[in-house]
């Protein structure tokens, strides 16, 4: 995925510079503000363990092997910010001092590997590894999945910048024909070709790559794994115990839902099959007239008290939604509040005929 | 080689090519190496590289002569140049000017040519052969190939144009980085990265993080190497491959983060208070002036004949 130059337009390369710069300039002060001195031994030689993970070639099967990237391990072990500084390094290494990957592409190679794969990557590895304790194997799993879906997101954007340089950059020779200056694929082609690679192949070296790590320092090195996890417990037994979602977050959550009703009004068109059959298009389906059974059965419950949402009612079909979302809001309400009282009932009455009869001490 | 064997610090065996392990198979059968081979390789060859380099560092030629701030703008300079050209012959006249650079330090041309192709110009042209057909780039069909499914299959005029521009092009660049790297060592090239206004912090990093590479380098090494001794026969099993290669990068890291603690103890007994001072940027002279209107006026004249052929 190392983009040499050559392959983007100088344009797309300043575009790139100019999205990574803000996440140097936040990643180098958050290094001076928050870890001080002793980080900086620390993300050196993080940075070279970064460049050494790209050389490892991990055995995949028929006999050849790949190589993984490590932005996600690294955001893994040391934190995304300090990933970003990282990974950065180890690719302006490989750049400068050993060819691999463009100068004037390093913004970009930057921009994929070490801000998109670090930062998409972690996100899904703290999204699966919520309450879950040092050691606890979902970590591992969780890291992995993170690592996958990182490389492809890195991927993706790769394949954009490929794909958008036959659109945007191209000269007119003299039969009006248009010739792509830089990387001549179209988003068609390289969007399945870069994906196609690194869902099958390089996404799984990865996966495996990062989870082993994780897994082995589990096994071996828990200390090492506190550097980005200082307050988790080691094991499944130091947890606290899961908090409950209480009865306030579900009331918040269905009212932001209330309040966001109006959107339906937005909406122009009708949804599938919803206004039928009179707003069926016979002609598309190879139809010559409305089925007699669907003509038959679709107006057959025509006693409702609001048609239509009230929207039916005419004069002021605003108002009349609006009733209808509260008067359906509150009908749920009751009737899912109904039946949990008519549950707890139920099981009350249960435990004191068992008590009674003297099974449950 | 264009060091003379006297002045090298890199050792002759470490340069000459293992028999057997040549990848075209022209000395012996080609066999699929395994990957405690291929990383032990791998790491020879950054190894070879980075001593190899600072060997061609030290010779007496153009380019070394030339102050590494400046080298480093111009050559980003040049690449913006290479960059926004349109035409491959003047890329092409870019690529032999890179030949005449490359002389005039003191490379040997057979090593400098093979060093930038190979590999990702030849790579470019291989991927980018399936674009010079009309369903990718449409265009004037010069090689028809028939038809397909009704539709005229063929490579076109402008399909070809495309794939030299770009070949061309990633061989001028790569040229370009190779000449800067080749000609200048390591630890100037980095201080010269403060005139283009990386932070001191970045390269106080990226000093340490290039030092350290090689020292983990050799604790890979130690370690497949320890491993290849224990084995015999073929090692074919990918599953415990894998757990190998993980269980290696996981010590590794552990390694890397004792490393770190020790080398952070040892900066703050010799007086480090997180301040990092940089070389002290070395007097620009005549021939740095020279070379910097040089290249102002080659750039001055290439992106005229583009604009003048377009």
Known sequence: MHIPDGYLSPQTCAVLYGAALPFWATATRRVKRVVKNRYVPLLALGAAYCFLVMMFNVPIPDGTTAHAVGGVLVAVLLGPWAAVVAVSIALLIQALFFGDGGVLAYGANCFNMAIVMPFVGYAVYVAFARRTSLTAPRRTLAAGLGAYIGINAAALCAAIEFGLQPELFYKTDAGGHHVPLYAPFHLAQTVPAMLGAHLLVAGVVELALTAGVIAYLQRANVPVLRVNHAAVPETQLDMPAPRKLGLRGIFVGLGAMVLLVPLGLLATGTAFGEDGPGALDLKKYGLSAVPIGLAKYSNWWAHTLLPGYGYDRGGHPTIGYYVSAVAGTLLIAGVIAGAYFAVRVTRRRHARTALDAGTVK | ?310
């Open chain 2, 1 to 310: 080689v264009s060091v003379p064997a006297t002045r090298r610090t890199a050792p002759d065996w470490l340069l000459e090519p293992e028999v057997g392990l040549c990848p075209c198979g022209c000395i012996g059968r080609r066999k699929k190496t395994n990957f405690v081979t291929k990383t032990l390789n791998g790491a020879s060859s950054v190894m070879r590289q980075a001593l190899f380099s600072d060997d061609i560092a030290a010779q007496q030629g153009l380019l070394q002569a030339i102050d590494p701030r400046v080298k480093l703008l111009t050559m980003v300079g040049l690449l913006v140049v290479a960059a926004t050209v349109r035409s491959t012959a003047l890329l092409g006249a870019m690529y032999v000017g890179t030949l005449l650079l490359a002389a005039a330090s003191r490379l040997s041309l057979r090593f400098f040519v093979k060093r930038v192709w190979l590999f990702i110009p030849i790579f470019t042209g291989i991927v980018v052969l399936p674009a010079t057909l009309n369903v990718i780039t449409p265009g004037e069909v010069v090689i028809p190939f028939g038809t397909w499914f009704g539709h005229e299959l063929g490579v076109t005029k402008q399909g070809l144009e495309a794939a030299g521009l770009i070949v061309a092009r990633v061989a001028v660049s790569i040229s370009l980085v190779v000449l800067l790297t080749l000609t200048t060592p390591w630890n100037r090239l980095l201080s010269s990265l403060r005139a283009l206004r990386v932070p001191k912090v970045f390269v106080l990093v990226l000093g340490m993080a290039y030092r350290y590479v090689f020292h983990l380098l050799s604790a890979v090494t130690d370690m497949y190497t320890a491993r290849q001794a224990r084995m015999i026969g073929k090692d074919t099993d990918v599953a415990s491959g894998r757990g190998v290669v993980a269980a290696s990068a996981g010590a590794l890291f552990g390694k890397a983060h004792a490393l770190s603690e020790e080398v952070y103890m040892a900066m703050v007994a010799r007086g480090y208070t997180g301040n990092p001072r940089v070389l002290r940027p070395s007097r620009l002279r005549w021939l740095d002036g020279a070379w910097v209107l040089t290249c102002v006026a080659v750039a001055a004249l290439v992106l005229g004949l583009n604009h003048a052929i377009a």
